[in-house]
């Protein structure tokens, strides 16, 4: 037991750290161009915030869990280490929910009875995950060692709870998106609204794997497997959380090509949006959901009005259920 041990902390623990950090690394390559040409140009905000938030922040705690492999720690600095990886994960998850939410949200044309409910699955998941860890990182004890890294000696079980909030969460928001996509490709072929469901799906499928895997693991396996996946499970969300909004930026830029016109000052416009619709009180309407961007001057614009209801007449090519700033 005393090797497996060895070996599970000298070399898998470092080599899934080592195969994260090249995940990140390589979609980072794959999409900094458009990064580059689709939120660098826009006005800061909380919606850029969010972007970068979720993409960078993962190169933060696990760079720091690889370099806690290969330094020599003293098992306090051990464990406050850990807490510290161990809060900036569970925030990077929240982070990506929360854009999952507002996506599902959006694709609901911003019904009050969906905002509702996923904000109640936002409470109902985000405390349990901070209560559980909380719980977790108590049971953390950590032993001296004659050589590099940290030698975990217990762990609880406690966090696959978290885990299991996760996944209610996350079946939660495929449930409601395979809902709309059954109702909203019934009448639409658009290529880009066509890949915009099927990738939520698919990266459905991804997360609900590992996190059913989170969940087996301390349950079935060697306690010092416990958080072994926790890791690969936080780069996930935020690689496939990038993704998709990076296509819906993409589509925002591009921007619709035909449909009903309507000109409008920026003025007229305001901060951050992430919906189907702008309110009222904030930009103009119509009776199709006017989409109204960019409040960088007070000169009139062109702004496409797309029906988004069951009996709409145009296709939702602009992406007018999505709107950043």
Excluded at 69 to 75: C, N, V
Excluded at 196 to 213: E, H, K
Excluded at 275 to 289: E, F, I, M, Q, R
């Amino acid at each position: 037991m005393g090797s497996l041990n060895a070996t599970f902390e000298n070399r898998l623990i470092p080599a899934t750290l080592c195969a994260c950090i090249t995940i990140l690394v390589y979609d980072l390559a794959c999409t900094i161009d458009q990064e580059v040409l689709y939120v660098w140009p826009r006005p800061w905000s909380m919606s850029t915030a969010l972007f970068l938030l979720n993409r960078y922040l993962p190169f933060v705690d696990t760079l720091l869990s690889l370099s806690a492999k290969f330094s020599r720690l003293s098992p306090e600095d051990c464990l406050a280490r850990n807490i510290a990886i161990g809060w900036l994960s569970a925030l990077g998850i929240m982070l990506s929910e929360v854009i999952l939410m507002l996506r599902t949200y959006a694709i609901w044309e911003r019904k009050h009875s969906v905002r509702i409910f996923l904000c109640a699955l936002a409470v109902a998941s985000f405390l349990p995950v901070a209560l559980f860890l909380h719980f977790e990182t108590n049971t953390l004890r950590y032993t001296a060692t004659d050589g590099v890294g940290c030698l975990l000696s217990h762990a609880g079980s406690i966090l696959i709870f978290g885990y299991l909030g996760i996944m209610i969460s996350e079946t939660a928001i495929a449930v409601l998106t395979a809902i709309k996509a059954y109702r909203d490709l019934r009448r639409s072929r658009v290529p880009w609204v066509q890949k915009l469901y099927q990738d939520g799906m698919l990266f459905y499928v991804y997360l609900l794997t590992i996190s059913v895997a989170n969940v087996l693991v301390p349950i079935m396996a060697p306690p010092m497997f416990a958080n072994w996946l926790a890791t690969p499970q936080r780069v996930l969300h935020s690689v496939l959380c990038s993704r998709v909004l990076l296509l819906i930026l993409r589509q925002r830029r591009i921007g619709p090509s035909t449909g009903p016109r309507s000109t409008v000052t920026d003025t007229e416009a305001t901060g951050m949006v992430f919906s189907s619709v702008v309110d009222g009180s904030t930009a103009a309407t119509s009776d199709y959901g006017l989409t109204t961007i960019d409040t960088s001057s007070s000169r009139p614009r062109e702004v496409y009005a797309y029906p988004i209801s069951p009996e709409a007449e145009y296709e939702d090519e602009g992406g007018t259920r999505f709107h950043w700033l």
